[in-house]
């Protein structure tokens, strides 16, 4: 099981949330997912994904984390830009929670780790998030955020951006094995586009 403070400690910048609701949902969304396996002790041992061991991508606290960090950048440049005023306690809490599901999805037998085959932990923590009593909006950004599996198109200029961050916010390069656009395409049944050349423009 994982405690409240197990999480803060994770997450520090949870505290700096402004909006009390916000704050709270991105602690309760992980006890709920811990109520339903409480196995998982240490949440720094949860990887990115079964096929990703941390030794080699670094766990999912590390890709919240970056994800969390590239929001806090993010803000001004949409503001400064293109006057898009993104609500940053927003982008927060989705980032705390959007992968929290995994907490349920993956189990560790045998020094192993499994997933629910499919189990879409992205889709699972709109639905928590819509039962814990979170803003609409928000629940839509975190079921919306993932490439991999069934797409849920974005349906917002938040949930957008927010499917677009994630899988930057990942240490999975081409130099390390299959990157992260190839493993998408994959995940979603399609082939590795051939990039040779098929065409030449006559001018
Ligand atoms: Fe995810
Ligand atoms: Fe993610």
């Given at each position: 099981m994982l405690t409240d403070s197990d999480v803060l400690r994770a997450f520090p910048a949870i505290k700096d949330i402004g909006d009390a609701r916000l704050r709270k949902l991105s602690t309760d969304v992980w006890r709920f997912v811990s109520e339903r396996?409480?196995?998982?002790?240490?949440?720094?041992?949860?990887?990115?994904?079964?096929?990703?061991?941390?030794?080699?991508?670094?766990?999912?606290?590390?890709?919240?984390?970056?994800?969390?960090?590239?929001?806090?950048?993010?803000?001004?440049?949409?503001?400064?830009?293109?006057?898009?005023?993104?609500?940053?306690?927003t982008f927060r809490t989705a980032v705390y929670v959007h992968d929290a599901a995994k907490v349920i999805e993956f189990s560790e037998k045998d020094g192993a780790i499994a997933g629910i085959p499919g189990y879409n932990h992205a889709i699972e923590a709109g639905r928590i998030v819509r039962e814990l009593g979170g803003p609409e909006p928000l629940a839509h950004m975190v079921e919306a955020h993932s490439?991999?599996?069934?797409?849920?198109?974005?349906?917002?200029?938040?949930?957008?951006?927010?499917?677009?961050?994630?899988?930057m916010c990942l240490n999975v390069f081409p130099e390390?094995?299959?990157?992260?656009?190839?493993?998408?395409?994959?995940?979603?049944?399609?082939?590795?586009p051939k990039t040779l050349e098929r065409y030449r423009s006559p001018i």
């Open positions: 396996n409480p196995a998982w002790t240490d949440i720094e041992r949860i990887p990115l994904h079964p096929t990703m061991p941390i030794a080699t991508h670094g766990n999912l606290v590390k890709h919240v984390i970056a994800m969390a960090r590239l929001s806090e950048a993010l803000v001004p440049i949409y503001r400064d830009l293109w006057k898009q005023d993104l609500d940053l306690d490439l991999s599996g069934p797409l849920v198109v974005p349906r917002t200029r938040d949930a957008q951006l927010f499917l677009l961050m994630d899988p390390q094995g299959p990157g992260v656009l190839e493993r998408h395409l994959k995940a979603n049944g399609r082939e590795d």
